[in-house]
T-cell receptor
Framework: KAGVTQTPRYLIKTRGQQVTLSCSPI?????VSWYQQTPGQGLQFLFE???????NKGNFPGRFSGRQFSNSRSEMNVSTLELGDSALYLC?????????????FGPGTRLTVT | DQQVKQNSPSLSVQEGRISILNCDYT??????FLWYKKYPAEGPTFLIS?????DKNEDGRFTVFLNKSAKHLSLHIVPSQPGDSAVYFC????????????FGKGTKLSVKP
């Protein structure tokens, strides 16, 4: 079974631009979550989607948004990029959206804002 | 305010010995606690989890202990192997939602041959 895939793997953008990152979950998984990893803050939860509905949202500004499609693929968008948005963005999928089961993480998209 | 804390940024252990990684939390509403391992340039990989109604869960060389009164959990790796060298993250979630994980900042484990 193919794992979680994220595209692109690396991205360089300029301050003020916007960016869209894509995540394809493991086949059959309906829950997708996004996380931001930075050296100072560690891994921080952005949002979670299940069956095309946002279930939870972390403490990030409205410039960060996401969506999930009917095939469970998800995208996240960051508008008006700031230097501080430079980070590794990780996507994770799980079969269900409740309980303590594991989430499967993708390799991440490394975003650099200059 | 950090809800999940890993106070040791790094840990060095000899091969064959026990590795003990610690994690403290502040939110008594957490339902599940999980440990993830992360190698450079890869996403985190799930290791083991424990429900808040249990105090121990074991899977091969990995055992997680939960002390709810102290709001503390630990991951024991016995015996430690060089391939265990990685960054270990403690995480927790609550409200029945699996996708909303609160992570600690990680502990870098180095297992020396």
């Amino acid at each position: 079974k193919a794992g979680v895939t994220q595209t692109p793997r690396y991205l360089i953008k300029t301050r003020g631009q916007q960016v869209t990152l894509s995540c394809s979950p493991i086949s059959g998984h309906r829950s997708v979550s996004w996380y931001q990893q930075t050296p100072g803050q560690g891994l921080q939860f952005l949002f979670e989607y299940f069956s095309e509905t946002q279930r939870n949202k972390g403490n990030f500004p409205g410039r960060f948004s996401g969506r999930q499609f009917s095939n469970s693929r998800s995208e996240m968008n960051v508008s008006t990029l700031e230097l501080g948005d430079s980070a590794l963005y990780l996507c994770a999928s799980s079969l269900i959206a409740t309980g303590g089961g594991e989430q499967y993480f993708g390799p991440g998209t490394r975003l650099t804002v200059t | 305010d950090q809800q999940v804390k890993q106070n040791s940024p790094s840990l060095s252990v000899q091969e064959g010995r026990i590795s003990i990684l610690n994690c403290d939390y502040t939110n008594s509403m957490f339902d599940y606690f999980l440990w993830y391992k992360k190698y450079p340039a890869e996403g985190p990989t799930f290791l083991i989890s424990i429900s808040s109604i249990k105090d121990k869960n074991e899977d091969g060389r990995f055992t997680v202990f939960l002390n709810k009164s102290a709001k503390h959990l630990s991951l024991h790796i016995v015996p430690s192997q060089p391939g265990d060298s990685a960054v270990y993250f403690c995480a927790a979630n609550y409200g029945g939602s699996q996708g909303n994980l609160i992570f600690g900042k990680g502990t870098k484990l180095s297992v020396k041959p």
